[in-house]
């Protein structure tokens, strides 16, 4: 495998082989390389699809990294977030999806190179009794201190879950079925396109994957946003992967891979923020088929 680049700091590459380390105190370099090692392990297209942009001699930036939770304060954005604020990230702007029932909020460090944090939670009490009691059931089951540890944001999946109880999350809500059946991890990572050298738009990148065998996500158009909401953005559709279940093995969608091209602001300074109306149609990017 190519390593791609000096510097460890930057991106998602696989220099950050070998760095991996199992203490309870991790470094911002551990946590992003877990998060990474973690997603591309699960999701196989994710580092195919890394591997072809640097064969094609190109150097990957991540725009951002994307968790999703439920806002039960157990493990709502505010307690996920603790483990990226130890490490220099701060709150920015907050997002409403109000069809989705969902709140999201980004985060972003000290170093403007680094990747952007975003992270969303499910409002609870706007859903039904039937799914708040589900939920419940499963949280009841986190290990005393997983929360509190600084690899919280990538401890998985550390609950019981049936796949009848799967099922009916999803049922009424794919997010809150995707959280049950994966916890807590990247849902996805954003190639920054700006920083590629070898497509000249982000349609150009779109037909190459699509070249390559890489369904994209076409709900609401294959890029969301446009230059005048300074943020384009497309995604390949979740790979579909085998999950254990209480009651069996069965494959469901697991996580996608994310483009993003930004433009500048008037004042000539690259946007940093993202579109609720765009976002909210990538989430269906893990929707059951
Ligand atoms: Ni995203």
Redesign the pocket.
Known sequence: MIESGPSPRIACSEAFRGIEKASHTMTFDDLLYKLWDDYATLNPQARAIHNLLQARGERIVND?I?LRTYDDPRVSIDRLARAFEKVGYTRQEEYDFEQKKLFARHFEHDDPNQPKV?ISELQLAKCSDALRAKVAALLDQLPGDQMQRDDAPVAGRSWDLSFADYEALAAESEYAGWVAAFGFRAN?F?VFVNALTTFESLQALNTCLKQNGYALNDSGGEVKGSPDVFLEQSSTLADQVEVKFSDGTHVIPACYY?FARRYPLPSGELFQGFVAKS?DK?FESTDRR
């Open positions: 951002h994307a975003f996805h954003t994310e976002a990538i």
